[in-house]
């Protein structure tokens, strides 16, 4: 089953709720909400006060990826604040960090996911894959919204996929950056099941025709 998860680093901020009212009502399966310290990319958007207001306005799946510097400190908390899928990236922290960053997930009886930048091989997820409920392949440069997909990344999503399909079946595959029904095709051919799209879905008018062309793309 196709997952679509917009990115409210495009939505109207200040109008947010009536933001994610609308994606949820349209079919959104995962509200994805995009978390930078200006360290570990170039950009700052929102942290833990934002997912505890969001949290308390809908039931909704939070899908909150960390664009973060050393995620171990943080995890507890962003799961505390309401988060149900806490997302970090594998080359924001040392290995053994990383796996207590899970088992932290874990405890708190969140879903834990990791994500790779565009120059990152998939073979870097290998020793985490089993611990885990979801992969992420970045299909842009972390940092920024509205960028170009980067159709070099669809090999990797393929690595991954049989990765993924050989070794933890139940772990979803996520990509993230410049998906719109032009390229929701070709990731999803690659093996993908969860997309995330952000200005694809929220510059339109009708958000749930725009989820919907998405996920039947």
């Given at each position: 089953m196709i997952k679509v998860a917009p990115s409210i680093l495009s939505a109207d901020f200040c109008n947010l709720g009536s933001e994610i009212a609308e994606i949820t009502a349209g079919g959104a399966d995962y509200i994805h909400v995009d978390v930078m310290d200006g360290i570990f990319v170039p950009n700052i958007s929102i942290g833990i006060p934002v997912v505890r207001s969001i949290r308390k306005h809908t039931a909704h799946t939070l899908d909150v990826h960390l664009m973060i510097d050393r995620p171990h400190r943080y995890v507890e908390r962003f799961c505390q604040a309401g988060a149900d899928l806490v997302v970090f990236h594998a080359e924001a922290d040392e290995p053994q960090?990383?796996?207590?960053?899970?088992?932290?997930?874990?405890?708190?009886?969140?879903?834990?996911?990791?994500?790779?930048?565009?120059?990152?091989?998939?073979?870097?997820?290998?020793?985490?894959?089993?611990?885990?409920?979801?992969?992420?392949?970045?299909?842009?440069?972390?940092?920024?919204?509205?960028?170009?997909?980067?159709?070099?990344?669809?090999?990797?999503?393929?690595?991954?996929?049989?990765?993924?399909?050989?070794?933890?079946?139940?772990?979803?595959?996520?990509?993230?950056?410049?998906?719109?029904?032009?390229?929701?095709?070709?990731?999803?051919?690659?093996?993908?099941?969860?997309?995330?799209?952000?200005?694809?879905?929220?510059?339109?008018?009708?958000?749930?025709?725009?989820?919907?062309?998405?996920?039947?793309?």
């Open positions: 960090d990383l796996f207590a960053a899970i088992e932290t997930v874990k405890r708190q009886g969140k879903r834990v996911g990791l994500a790779i930048k565009p120059k990152t091989p998939a073979e870097v997820l290998s020793p985490y894959l089993a611990l885990l409920d979801l992969a992420l392949v970045m299909t842009v440069e972390p940092g920024f919204g509205g960028q170009s997909f980067l159709s070099d990344m669809l090999p990797k999503i393929e690595t991954l996929r049989a990765m993924i399909d050989a070794r933890n079946p139940a772990c979803e595959l996520e990509v993230d950056g410049g998906i719109d029904v032009q390229t929701a095709p070709l990731v999803k051919q690659a093996g993908a099941n969860v997309l995330v799209a952000g200005s694809a879905v929220f510059r339109e008018r009708d958000r749930a025709a725009a989820i919907q062309a998405i996920r039947n793309a």
